[in-house]
């Protein structure tokens, strides 16, 4: 069956850091791939997506690249800020499915 | 547009105890779905509505669950009787589309169920 595996957390950075969050999946097929995020208090809110092998998502600073080679759909943010303290969720979604799969989810504290 | 809209926020019951989530989605959106988080582990698919009818309900854990969607509006998910491993965070999402790329969902803030 479909599967996400991503790290777990918590991941504790200083602003103005680097931030990477791996992710690798199991699907047959071409799944599209997705982040999202929980911020405290809030609802799941998708953050980038891609679709096919190569394509790069990107928002808000943070991409993630669609690799089939690798299975992975790694998530990064050159220099992230303490509004980035959240939990990331890597999902994926057959093309002729509709529920999604997750991952376990990473959460992230960005110190000022 | 409105967003997805869940209550109760928070809830806590009694082991045994019935409790009643509710789901209201984006106006036009056929697609409903349900799922939640237990333990801070993965987010598992619960099932999906498509208006009223129950499209794909393979993720129910058992019968003490009851989904439904009367009038393919809103949704209400019935836990009863309520068990400790119920508790978790029960997220629901709507699309308008149904299959494709996934882009359209959008999800509720979740209702955080602790059975004590």
């Known amino acids: 069956g479909n599967s996400v595996t991503q790290m777990e957390g918590p991941v504790t950075l200083s602003e103005e850091a680097f931030l990477t969050i791996n992710c690798t999946y199991t699907a047959t097929g071409y799944p599209s791939l997705f982040w999202y995020v929980q911020y405290p208090g809030e609802g799941l809110q998708l953050l980038l997506k891609a679709t096919k092998a190569d394509d790069k998502g990107s928002n808000k600073g943070f991409e993630a690249t669609y690799r089939k080679e690798t299975t992975s759909f790694h998530l990064e943010k050159g220099s992230v800020q303490v509004s980035d303290s959240a939990v990331y969720f890597c999902?994926?979604?057959?093309?002729?499915?509709?529920?999604?799969?997750f991952g376990g989810g990473t959460r992230v504290l960005v110190k000022p | 547009e409105a967003g997805v809209t869940q209550f109760p926020s928070h809830s806590v019951i009694e082991k045994g105890q019935t409790v009643t989530l509710r789901c209201d989605p984006i106006s036009g959106h056929d697609n409903l779905y349900w799922y939640r988080r237990v333990m801070g582990k993965e987010i598992k698919f619960l099932l999906h509505f498509v208006k009223e009818s129950k499209q794909d309900e393979s993720g129910m854990p058992n019968n003490r669950f009851l989904a439904e969607r009367t009038g393919g509006t809103y949704s209400t998910l019935k836990v009863q009787p309520a068990e400790l491993e119920d508790s978790g965070v029960y997220f629901c999402?709507?699309?308008?589309?149904?299959?494709?790329?996934?882009?359209?969902?959008?999800f509720g803030s979740g209702t955080r169920l602790t059975v004590v």
């Open positions: 999402a709507s699309s308008r589309e149904t299959g494709g790329l996934g882009y359209g969902y959008t």
């Open positions: 999902a994926l979604k057959k093309a002729a499915g509709n529920k999604l799969t």
